[in-house]
C-alpha cells in the first residue's frame, strides 16, 4: 500500500497573508507541519504542494520534498491533484491513499494520519475519511475560522459549516465537534472529486468536503484523541505558540 502525504501550502492567504512562513518557537510553521507528518510510518512520502518559491526553498533547505503548482487554485484539494500527477510521473509510481493535511496545523501529531487512514485499511468502500475534534468553548464555537460539522448516527458527516451548528437554542449540552484537516482520499476518489464542478453550498461555505456531500457522496468522521488548533490569523499564532512550548 503506497500512501502519499501531500501539503498544500500558499503565501497569498487572505487572513494571515505569509502564514505558512511565520515563525512558531523559531521555526516557520511549514516547517513544523512537515516534519510532523513525516514522522508518520505508515506515509511512503510527504510532499509540500506550493505556488510559492519561498516555501519550496524552505522544505529544500531543510531536506525535505516540495514540488510546484499552479496558483489559481481554489481549493486545496485542487493543489493536491496537480501535485499527485506530477509526483507519480516524477516517481513512477501510483499511490493508492493521498493524505491531505493543511499546512496551518503545527500542532498535527503522526497518529493522527493513522488515525484518518485506518478505516480506509479497513473498509474499501470508504472513500474519504476527516478526522473530527472537540470544539473547547463557546469562543471557538463561534468562531467562523473555525468548520463546524455534524454527523449522522454512523458517523458520516452530514453537513460543514463556519456558522454555530447545531444550534444549542434548546439544549446546550449537545457535543460540539470540529473538523481537524488531516483529510485522506482514495487516489480515485481525489482525482474524481477535482472533476466535480463546484457546488452552491461549497461555494457559500468555502469547505472542500461540501462538494462530496452535495454529489450525494459520504464523508466518513474519524474522531482523534489529539487535540490541535489550526492557525488562521495573528492572534492564533501566538495561541498555538503558547500551547506548544507547553
Keep these: 500500500m503506497n500512501i502519499l502525504a501531500l501539503i498544500p501550502a500558499r503565501m497569498g492567504s487572505s487572513r494571515f497573508p505569509g502564514k505558512p512562513m511565520a515563525k512558531i518557537l523559531g521555526k516557520p510553521m511549514i516547517g513544523h507541519v512537515y516534519e510532523r507528518v513525516s514522522e508518520c510510518n505508515l506515509l511512503t512520502k510527504t510532499v509540500v504542494a506550493t505556488c510559492d518559491q519561498e516555501i519550496l526553498e524552505y522544505i529544500e533547505s531543510i531536506?525535505?520534498?516540495a514540488v510546484m503548482t499552479s496558483n489559481h487554485h481554489?481549493?486545496?484539494?485542487?493543489?493536491?491533484?496537480?501535485?499527485?500527477?506530477?509526483?507519480?510521473?516524477?516517481?513512477?509510481?501510483q499511490y493508492d491513499i493521498i493524505v491531505m493535511v493543511q499546512g496551518d496545523e503545527p500542532m498535527t501529531h503522526p497518529n493522527m494520519i493513522t488515525?484518518?487512514?485506518?478505516?480506509?485499511?479497513?473498509?474499501?468502500?470508504?472513500?474519504?475519511?476527516?478526522?473530527l475534534g472537540d470544539i473547547e468553548n463557546i469562543e471557538e464555537f463561534e468562531d467562523r475560522n473555525c468548520i463546524k460539522v455534524v454527523c449522522d448516527q454512523h458517523s458520516n458527516a452530514i453537513y460543514f459549516s463556519r456558522e454555530p451548528i447545531p444550534t444549542r437554542s434548546k439544549c446546550d449540552d449537545i457535543p460540539m465537534k470540529k473538523q481537524v484537516c488531516v483529510i485522506p482520499f482514495t487516489r480515485a476518489f481525489l482525482l474524481e472529486y477535482t472533476e466535480l464542478p463546484p457546488t452552491p453550498l461549497e461555494i457559500a461555505e468555502s469547505i472542500d468536503m461540501m462538494r462530496v456531500l452535495e454529489y450525494g457522496m459520504r464523508v466518513r468522521m474519524i474522531p482523534t484523541k489529539h487535540q490541535t488548533f489550526a492557525v488562521d490569523t495573528k492572534e492564533d499564532l501566538v495561541k498555538v505558540e503558547k500551547l506548544m512550548k507547553g
Design 63 to 65: 531536506g525535505g520534498q
Design 74 to 93: 481554489e481549493r486545496a484539494s485542487d493543489r493536491c491533484a496537480e501535485a499527485l500527477n506530477y509526483i507519480e510521473k516524477q516517481d513512477i509510481i
Design 115 to 131: 488515525e484518518a487512514v485506518a478505516p480506509m485499511l479497513n473498509d474499501p468502500e470508504i472513500l474519504v475519511t476527516n478526522l
